[in-house]
C-alpha cells in the first residue's frame, strides 16, 4: 500500500470514529501529519485501517528546561476489531518509537471519562494536569503575527508556574486556524494570556475555552469548576530522572523500576547530589520502594500543575462540567 493512499485509510478511519468533518481533517492531516509520525493496522484484502494512532512532537516548558514530548492523537480503532486489544499494541509501538528518539514524555487527552482507567491500565498514564472551562459573551479577535506569537510566549513563561505545552510557530497558528473552524478565534487578555476561542454550539453569542486549575477568577467571563484534563507517560525514564537529579541538586533517593511496556527502563535509579546512577535490571523482592512508570509520574509530578492547551482537541463541547 503506497503511503499516500495509507494515510487516506488512517483519515477515514479517523472520521469514521470521531465524525469529524473534511474542514477540520484536511487541516490536521496537511499540516501536522508526517508519515514517521503515524502507525496504523490495516486489513490488506481491502486496505481499510482498523485500527490508528498518531504521535506529534511537541516541547514542554518545566522551570528552566525543556522536555522533548509525544502528544498522542487520534487514537482510534475500527468498532468491528475493538477488544482484540490492538490499542494497547499500537501504544507499544509508539512509545518504543518515542523511546528511540530520545522522548522523554507521551501526553494525552481523554475523550470520556472511561478512558482514564483505560490508559492508565493499558499504556502505565498517569492523570497530569486538570483544566477549567471559561465562558466569555463579548469577544474582541486578534490578528495572528510573530509578534503576538512572542508575546504570548513571554506571558506563558512568565505566569505559568508549572510545566506547559510549548507551541513552536506553525502549531501556534494551526491551532488558531483550528478554533476559526468552529466560529471562533484568539483573543489577547491581561491575565490570562491569549485565548484560543470556540462558539458555543447551542448559543451563537458565546464562546468558551479552557484556562489552567488554578485560575481563580477572571474579568474576562466565567469560570467552571475544575476537572481532569490530561495524561502522561513517562518514556526515557534514566534520561528524564537525569534532568530531576539536576532541578533537585540536595537530594538523595533510591529506588527500584519496573516498566513492562518498554523493560530498558526497569532497574535500580539512585539521585544523590544532583547526578543519577542507574542500574538496568528487573528487580524482584526489592526491598527499596519499587514504582511503575505511573507511579513515579504521579510521585514527581504534581497532577494539577500541567497545562496542555491550544492543542487539536475540542477545545469546548457542552458536556464539560460547568
Same mark, same amino acid.
Given at each position: ?11 477515514? %478511519? ?75 499494541? *499500537?501504544?507499544?509501538?509508539?512509545? %518504543? ?102 462558539? *458555543? ?77 542507574f542500574h538496568p535490571f528487573k528487580p524482584s523482592n526489592s526491598s527499596l520502594p519499587l514504582f511503575t ?22 477545545i469546548f463541547s457542552p458536556s464539560d462540567p460547568s
Amino acid at each position: 500500500m503506497k503511503t499516500s493512499c495509507a494515510l487516506w485509510a488512517s483519515r477515514q %478511519l479517523w472520521k469514521e470514529v470521531f465524525k469529524d468533518d473534511d474542514r477540520f481533517l484536511d487541516l490536521y492531516f496537511n499540516t501536522l501529519i508526517e508519515t514517521k509520525n503515524t502507525l496504523a493496522f490495516y486489513d490488506f484484502q481491502t486496505g481499510d485501517a482498523f485500527c490508528r494512532v498518531d504521535f506529534l512532537p511537541f516541547s514542554i516548558k518545566w522551570k528552566k528546561i525543556r522536555l522533548q514530548s509525544f502528544y498522542i492523537s487520534g487514537a482510534a480503532t475500527a468498532e468491528r476489531a475493538r477488544g482484540e486489544g490492538r490499542m494497547r499494541q *499500537i501504544l507499544h509501538v509508539a512509545h %518504543l518509537k518515542m523511546w528511540q528518539r530520545g522522548g522523554l514524555l507521551a501526553f494525552l487527552i481523554p475523550q470520556e471519562e472511561s478512558l482514564y482507567n483505560y490508559y492508565k491500565e493499558s499504556g502505565s498514564y498517569f492523570r497530569i494536569a486538570s483544566a477549567k472551562t471559561i465562558k466569555l459573551e463579548q469577544v474582541s479577535f486578534s490578528r495572528p503575527s510573530v509578534a503576538l506569537f512572542l508575546k504570548d510566549k513571554e506571558w506563558r513563561q512568565k505566569h505559568l508556574k508549572g510545566p506547559f505545552v510549548e507551541h513552536n510557530f506553525t502549531q501556534w497558528l494551526v491551532a488558531i486556524k483550528n478554533a476559526t473552524l468552529y466560529g471562533g478565534g484568539a483573543q489577547w487578555t491581561d491575565d490570562l494570556g491569549l485565548l484560543l476561542l470556540e462558539k *458555543i454550539s447551542d448559543s451563537p453569542t458565546k464562546w468558551a475555552t479552557i484556562v489552567p486549575s488554578n485560575i481563580s477568577v477572571s474579568s474576562q467571563g466565567f469560570l467552571s469548576c475544575s476537572y481532569p484534563w490530561g495524561m502522561a507517560r513517562l518514556i526515557h525514564i534514566p534520561r528524564l530522572m537525569h534532568l530531576y537529579a539536576q532541578m533537585h541538586p540536595t537530594l538523595s533517593w533510591k529506588f527500584d523500576l519496573i516498566d513492562k511496556d518498554l523493560p530498558t527502563n526497569s532497574g535500580r535509579y539512585f539521585l544523590h547530589h544532583g547526578k543519577i546512577t542507574f542500574h538496568p535490571f528487573k528487580p524482584s523482592n526489592s526491598s527499596l520502594p519499587l514504582f511503575t512508570p505511573d507511579t513515579l509520574g504521579s510521585h514527581i509530578f504534581d497532577d494539577k500543575s500541567f497545562f496542555f492547551d491550544r492543542l487539536m482537541a475540542p477545545i469546548f463541547s457542552p458536556s464539560d462540567p460547568s
